[in-house]
């Protein structure tokens, strides 16, 4: 009888084209808080849908910046872990290639070392006008107080307006770049790695759907059942710090930082 593991690293060794997506269960083990966990500190009062809108940020923009603030400086805190590191191994044992598209903001993958990166929701790290999308100096945010519960927006050199962050806020269409990047990817995967991620948020909950009508096979690792569960062909309950540096030594690899 095998189990996942053997399931999963089955379908990788043949596999031409891969396609990698994460969601915020993906950092859980860097220490960065998932989107849908209780959030941890003063920002446990706020559910994080009611901040991450356009409305929100109208509203109360002093709140709404200093929640980014926070987490700007968490996602600087963090460090990518193992599993980070065996998506960017296992891009390397492959003959073919692996894309990853993520719906995470904090730029783990890239920092561990990924080069086919799809932000699809921005990323923590790009701070731009709201008006006139001049963009701003995350550095120069990162220097704002840690902890503040509201810090007002600076405002933007060329024109005035507010600063906000460089991410897609509910509401918002996601950039056209990475959707078209993200869909070529899933539409010829021929298997799809999902990681980390409630499936609950659209479109990216879309993608796996894509890669089943293109013919391919779906793999997720999730410590708990999701939406997607019962389509996938490999439902793996497990952490990805765990499960990804197991899968690529069953692939033939191993986790070399
Ligand atoms: C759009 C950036 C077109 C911001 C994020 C009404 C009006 C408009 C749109 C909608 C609407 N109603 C619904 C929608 C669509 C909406 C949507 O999907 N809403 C959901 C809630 C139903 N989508 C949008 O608005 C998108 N835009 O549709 O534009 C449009 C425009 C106008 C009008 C109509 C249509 C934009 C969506 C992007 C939102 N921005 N992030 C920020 O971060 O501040 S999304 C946010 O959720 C994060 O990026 C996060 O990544 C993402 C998804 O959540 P998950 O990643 O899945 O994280 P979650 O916490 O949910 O789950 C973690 C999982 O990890 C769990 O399953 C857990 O079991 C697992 N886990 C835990 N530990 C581990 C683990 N797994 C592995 N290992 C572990 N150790
Ligand atoms: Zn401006």
């Not at 396609?19 to 941890?40: C, I, K, N, Y």
């Not at 600087?76 to 599993?83: F, K, L, N, Q, S």
């Not at 945010?141 to 906000?164: M, Q, S, W, Y």
């Not at 021929?190 to 391919?216: H, I, K, R």
Request: aromatic share 6%.
């Amino acid at each position: 009888m095998t189990g996942p593991l053997d399931e999963a690293a089955g379908l990788l060794r043949g596999a031409k084209r891969v396609v990698v997506l994460t969601g915020a269960g993906m950092s859980a083990e860097s220490g960065v808080p998932t989107f849908r966990d209780a959030q941890s500190g003063w920002w446990a009062r706020y559910d994080p849908e009611d901040l991450a809108t356009e409305r929100a940020f109208r509203r109360n923009p002093d709140r709404v910046f200093a929640w980014y603030v926070s987490r700007l400086h968490a996602v600087r805190r963090a460090e990518p872990h193992d599993g980070y590191h065996a998506l960017v191994r296992l891009a390397t044992l492959l003959e073919g290639v692996l894309t990853v598209v993520t719906q995470n903001v904090d730029g783990l993958h890239g920092r561990a070392g990924s080069r086919d990166v799809v932000e699809l929701h921005g990323s923590l790290e790009a701070f731009r006008c709201i008006a006139c999308r001049h963009p701003a100096s995350a550095d120069d945010i990162a220097r704002l107080e840690d902890g503040a519960t509201v810090i007002h927006p600076p405002a933007c050199a060329k024109c005035g307006n507010f600063i906000r962050p460089g991410v897609v806020w509910f509401g918002e269409t996601l950039p056209v770049d990475a959707m078209e990047r993200a869909w070529r990817a899933a539409r010829t995967a021929d298997v799809a790695l999902v990681v980390g991620t409630s499936s609950l948020v659209y479109p990216a909950a879309e993608l796996p759907s894509l890669v089943a009508a293109g013919g391919g096979r779906i793999v997720e690792i999730n410590p708990h059942e999701t939406p997607l569960s019962c389509r996938a062909d490999v439902y793996w309950p497990a952490a990805a710090g765990e499960a990804l540096p197991a899968l690529v030594a069953a692939c033939g690899g191993s986790v070399a930082k």
